[in-house]
């Protein structure tokens, strides 16, 4: 199986944090981008953070500043740290490795 597996979503109120996590195949976890993208309900799908393969990070310019990304290469794991969580935050969220994409787990930000 090739496929990322997601978990660490739920629901959270205003202000509250959330760390998901992405176990990737080692076959694709080494040499390709890594990424988290959503997909908040009536909107489009959007990129959150990204680390290429040379650990160059980007971030969605909503999230900066409130989530960090990074990865644990002896455990072949990306992680989202997401800090004062706004309702907007949420969204279903999907992992990405190289073109390899997760189920999703799902993220409820609640006044």
């Known amino acids: 199986q090739v496929q990322p597996v997601e978990s660490g979503g739920g629901s959270v109120q205003v202000g509250g944090s959330l760390k998901l996590s992405c176990a990737v195949p080692?076959?694709?976890?080494?040499?390709?981008?890594l990424a988290w993208y959503r997909h908040p309900p009536g909107k489009a799908r959007e990129l959150v953070s990204r680390?290429?393969?040379?650990?160059?990070?980007s971030y969605l310019s909503s999230v900066k500043g409130r989530f960090t990304i990074s990865q644990d290469e002896s455990k072949n794991t990306l992680y989202l740290q997401m800090n004062s969580l706004k309702t907007e935050d949420t969204a279903v969220y999907y992992c990405?490795?190289?073109?390899?994409w997760g189920q999703g787990t799902q993220v409820t930000v609640s006044s």
């Open positions: 990405v490795a190289c073109t390899e």
């Open positions: 680390i290429n393969d040379l650990g160059h990070i």
């Open positions: 080692e076959s694709i976890f080494k040499g390709c981008a």
